[in-house]
């Protein structure tokens, strides 16, 4: 647990590619931390089916709904009372997955740039978190972690999406300034199966956080976290 004297509300971001194990951290870190983890909504999207079937068309009322679904994400996150672990944030919907789809030529640029103007305008009424920690990874790392976790929905996902998705999460992070942010090298240090790596990572974020974190009770909570 974290010795928070006096008590402030903290949240904490994991961002991430697909398989780079956001939803694992933040199951972890929050029982290590005894906050709370909020995990990605994952409300149906009524436009995805004509998304798929014909991307140019859609592509932009889709994001445009998914925009709208994290605003209201983001309402729950800010009304809780406690502090929290969010898994993935609004921004890495508009700053990796709609801008893939606006330089892959699925989103014209004068909906893009209204896409933007929306999302810009959200972004600044929204509370920066205190911390977002980017979880990065290879592609061989995040193709043998997405076929290890079995969703059948993922097994073809191509290995150049992938790349193409870590380089705009490279970017989008070299030119994050809203928050302090905490880089992890996944293909290293893997805290879903290694526990001395899940206390590495466990500390430096208390760390960059300016918090204490009570290590035996720390390690007791992770090795609970099956």
Same mark, same amino acid.
């Given at each position: 647990?974290? $010795?928070?004297?006096?008590? @402030?509300?903290?949240?904490?971001?994991?961002?991430?590619?697909?398989?780079?194990?956001?939803?694992?951290?933040?199951?972890?870190?929050?029982?290590?931390?005894?906050?709370?983890?909020?995990?990605?909504?994952?409300?149906?999207?009524?436009?995805?089916?004509?998304?798929?079937?014909?991307?140019?068309?859609?592509?932009?009322?889709?994001?445009?709904?998914?925009?709208?679904?994290?605003?209201?994400?983001?309402?729950?996150?800010?009304?809780?009372?406690?502090?929290?672990?969010?898994?993935?944030?609004?921004?890495?919907?508009?700053?990796?997955?709609?801008? $893939?789809?606006?330089?892959?030529?699925?989103?014209?640029?004068?909906?893009?740039?209204?896409?933007?103007?929306?999302?810009?305008?959200?972004?600044?009424?929204?509370?920066?978190?205190?911390?977002?920690?980017?979880?990065?990874?290879?592609?061989?790392?995040?193709?043998?972690?997405?076929?290890?976790?079995?969703?059948?929905?993922?097994? $073809?996902?191509?290995?150049?999406?992938?790349?193409?998705?870590?380089?705009?999460?490279?970017?989008?992070?070299?030119?994050?300034?809203?928050?302090?942010?905490?880089?992890?090298?996944?293909?290293?240090? $893997?805290?879903? @199966?290694?526990?001395?790596?899940?206390?590495?990572?466990? @500390?430096?974020?208390?760390?960059?956080?300016?918090?204490?974190?009570?290590?035996?009770?720390?390690?007791?909570?992770?090795?609970?976290?099956?």
């Amino acid at each position: 647990m974290l $010795n928070e004297q006096p008590f @402030q509300k903290r949240t904490l971001v994991i961002a991430g590619t697909i398989g780079v194990g956001k939803s694992s951290l933040t199951e972890r870190l929050a029982s290590a931390f005894g906050w709370t983890p909020f995990y990605e909504a994952v409300d149906e999207n009524p436009y995805l089916a004509d998304f798929y079937a014909d991307m140019p068309r859609w592509a932009f009322q889709s994001q445009v709904f998914f925009l709208s679904r994290r605003l209201h994400f983001q309402r729950t996150l800010h009304d809780h009372v406690g502090s929290v672990v969010q898994d993935r944030s609004m921004y890495e919907d508009a700053e990796i997955f709609a801008r $893939n789809l606006f330089q892959g030529g699925h989103i014209s640029e004068r909906d893009y740039a209204t896409y933007r103007g929306l999302y810009e305008g959200i972004r600044g009424l929204l509370p920066a978190p205190d911390l977002l920690v980017y979880l990065r990874g290879s592609v061989p790392t995040l193709k043998a972690r997405i076929a290890r976790r079995g969703r059948p929905y993922e097994q $073809n996902i191509a290995a150049d999406y992938l790349a193409r998705l870590n380089m705009l999460y490279d970017e989008w992070i070299a030119d994050w300034t809203l928050c302090p942010a905490l880089t992890i090298e996944t293909d290293t240090l $893997n805290f879903v @199966q290694d526990s001395d790596a899940l206390a590495i990572v466990s @500390q430096a974020i208390a760390e960059r956080l300016g918090l204490s974190l009570t290590m035996p009770a720390a390690a007791l909570a992770l090795r609970n976290v099956e």
